[in-house]
Nanobody, 126 residues
Framework: QLRLVESGGGLVQPGGSLRLSCTTSQYTLEYYAIGWFRQAPGKEREGVSCISSIDGTTYYADSVKGRFTISRDNAKNSAYLQMNSLKSEDTAIYYC????WGDGSKWIDVREYDYWGQGIQVTVSS
């Protein structure tokens, strides 16, 4: 069982930045595609970004392209989501998820992921 832990969330003003981290101390994340999802109150969980396991290909939702950057550091068993130019509509609980040997081709489908973190709150407000 892979346990994922998110960190780095919090309250930020519009236009600000946050960096989310997703880590595990149990196994290497090298063989997993890592996806970031978010869920706002009253809305369905939506895909934000993904980085594939094999070649590090990245994917982004249209709503965050140019503002968010996903990355990974396999040596640290970690993946990151750098969020810049944050907007109030980015407010949500953010989850990281892991897909064993995922190539990212179906990254936006929550059913593709084998493991999920507990989620972390991101609030963008003045």
């Amino acid at each position: 069982q892979l346990r994922l832990v998110e960190s780095g969330g919090g309250l930020v003003q519009p236009g600000g930045s946050l960096r989310l981290s997703c880590t595990t101390s149990q196994y290497t994340l090298e063989y997993y595609a890592i996806g970031w999802f978010r869920q706002a109150p009253g809305k369905e969980r939506e895909g934000v970004s993904c980085i594939s396991s094999i070649d590090g290909t990245t994917y982004y939702a249209d709503s965050v392209k140019g503002r968010f950057t996903i990355s990974r550091d396999n040596a640290k068993n970690s993946a990151y989501l750098q969020m810049n130019s944050l907007k109030s509509e980015d407010t949500a609980i953010y989850y990281c998820a892991a897909d064993l040997w995922g190539d990212g081709s179906k990254w936006i489908d929550v059913r593709e992921y084998d493991y999920w973190g507990q989620g972390i709150q991101v609030t963008v407000s003045s």
